[in-house]
């Protein structure tokens, strides 16, 4: 209880962990139902309004528009601010559920392509669990209070962060870049290793260097040979397989 008092309570950071908690149990909760409802097993069923399928996205702006206008309201104290902290993570629970629907613009839950919703979340949660130990965006964390009061290093350091997670995220690394906004070495490490073959930065800089694509090449198969099984498996396990058949109807569960 020392703890939590000391490090949630105090810095106003119990709104937060209550739209993180809340946040990956809608996305838990939700993906059960789905799966439910695509095996065709207990009460659950998908909504339809004039015919239309009203896909949990929807409920989910929604309630992230009214519990991100409560939180700026609410402060970061008292039961309105943890009320609108809840419905808010309900809410992004929802739309992040579907996020590959929103990027796509089609009903992909159930195929590889909605994979990319599971790796949203996951990302989404550990970000904001990176949030509620204690890391600051941009690597402010790890000045000490002298040179916190340095506004000349402050402003150093996040740009210097900055142009790192940048340089990543141009190198085709854009789960790095992500979360190299908030650890500073994970974004120093992405722009200093070689960009992926596909890339902008590849497309730019290797385009006079064969030694340089061919070995981007070969350690991006590589990297990809050891980590896309053991990452599909995840994803399934996590969100569902998707389905076997290239051709499905539109109706998704």
Do not use: C
């Not at 993906?31 to 659950?44: D, E, N, S, W, Y």
């Not at 990176?130 to 965006?137: A, H, N």
């Not at 902008?200 to 350690?219: I, M, Q, V």
């Amino acid at each position: 209880m020392g703890w939590f008092e000391r490090n949630i309570m105090e810095p106003g950071k119990l709104p937060l962990l209550l739209a993180l908690v809340s946040f990956v149990l809608t996305f838990l909760i939700t993906r059960v139902i789905t799966r439910l409802i695509r095996a065709g097993k207990g009460p659950f069923g998908n909504v339809s309004s004039g015919g239309v399928h009203v896909h949990h996205v929807v409920p989910g702006v929604i309630l992230t528009i009214v519990g991100g206008f409560g939180a700026v309201a609410g402060g970061q104290y008292g039961f309105g601010s943890a009320l609108a902290a809840v419905i808010f993570g309900i809410g992004a629970g929802l739309v992040l559920d579907e996020f590959a629907l929103v990027l796509h613009l089609a009903d992909v839950y159930w195929t590889p392509d909605g994979r990319k919703s599971v790796e949203m979340v996951v990302l989404t949660a550990s970000l904001v669990g990176l949030l509620l130990l204690g890391f600051s965006p941009l690597g402010v964390n790890d000045l000490n209070e002298d040179q916190q009061q340095n506004r000349a290093v402050a402003l150093v350091t996040v740009l210097a962060n900055f142009l790192f997670a940048v340089i990543a995220l141009f190198k085709g690394k854009v789960r790095l870049a992500v979360l190299g906004a908030i650890i500073p070495l994970v974004a120093l490490v992405a722009a200093l290793r070689l960009a992926r073959p596909t890339s902008p930065w590849a497309k730019r800089f290797y385009r006079n260097r064969p030694r340089a694509r061919a070995k981007s090449a070969l350690r991006s198969y590589h990297h990809d040979r050891r980590w896309v099984a053991p990452s599909r498996a995840f994803h399934d396990w996590l969100g569902g397989a998707p389905d076997p058949e290239p051709a499905r109807s539109l109706e998704r569960r």
